[in-house]
């Protein structure tokens, strides 16, 4: 039985780090939040220690380190920002680190990881947890069981409205989350990645704070893709069944199956790490550099291979604060 201890322990993805340790019958000794709203440890690891205060929490986890309690494992459920801070933590300390997505929101910090990985022994994991989807291992292994030189033609849809509460928190401020590709995409640019191989070219036709959409191409596909929290991006027929969610992947408009099967992703990937194939900096590195690059360069606007829900968004003059006061107010 390994020990752990985590970071982040009152948020919306911690529950299922919980779950993930206690299916692979390991233990929690010690969690961590700024915020103290964490009654849910309570149905996973009573006995857990936790602590508001980083401070407190890194002495109490180093006394450990010299105990026959020591931890083995930190998991990072923290904001994207904090994650290369709390991963140098965890392998100061004596532990391996597995960090919630994305690892880094900048490529640099990859190399600083990589050389405390090297300093201290101890291994960084990261959750990709499309990689472990059955309808994604299937897609992948029907591409490489494919002719070698076919590019493939897709169109990735992906709509998961947020309401006006996320505006202001930390998911929305570029600075701490890296804007939409980053904290949403990069799950669908790593596994297209991981389907398809390395990026050869990657333009950006819109970029809002509640929509993205560009070009991607890869060794063998050209990816239209369009991300977006919009409600108002949705189909009239998600909306009518009273869904706020809309995924798509269309492979030579044969559009892949994987509305199911998430449920448990967080255990499977826990089971890897576990078993000693989690996957690691260098696997995360395409998808942080392709997010960086959409991040930073310039949209082209709608001009060449687009997606075409562009012809559909509307680019919204307001987005931050009292959305529906504004759009009220406009509409008068
Ligand atoms: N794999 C997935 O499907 C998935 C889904 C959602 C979020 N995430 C990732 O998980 C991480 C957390 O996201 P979330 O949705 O749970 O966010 P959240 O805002 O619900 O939770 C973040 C938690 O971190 C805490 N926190 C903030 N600053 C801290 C600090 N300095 N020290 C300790 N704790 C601190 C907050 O109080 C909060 O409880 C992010 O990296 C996000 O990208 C992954």
Known sequence: MKNFALIGAAGYIAPRHMKAIKETNNNLIAAMDIFDSVGIIESYFPEASFFKEFERFERHVNKLQHTNDKTDYVSICSPNYLHDSHIRFALRNGTHAISEKPLVLNPWTLDALEQVEKETGKNIYNILQLRVHPSIIALKQKIANGPKDKIYDIDLTYLTSRGNWYYTTWKADVEKSGGLASNIGVHFFDMLYWIFGDVKQNIVHIREEDKIAGYIELENARVRWFLSIDYDMLP??????????????????????????????????????????????????????????????????LKGDYHPFCNKAVKKPFSKFSRDLIRKYMEK
């Open 236 to 301: 009239d027929e998600i909306k009518t069944k009273g869904q706020r969610t809309y995924r798509s992947i269309t492979v030579d408009s044969e559009e892949i199956e994987f509305s199911e099967g998430f449920a448990d992703l967080h255990t499977m990937t826990y089971q890897g790490i576990l078993t000693g194939e989690g996957y690691r900096v260098s696997d995360a590195r395409v998808a942080i550099e392709t997010v960086f690059k959409i991040r930073h360069i310039d949209p082209i606007g």
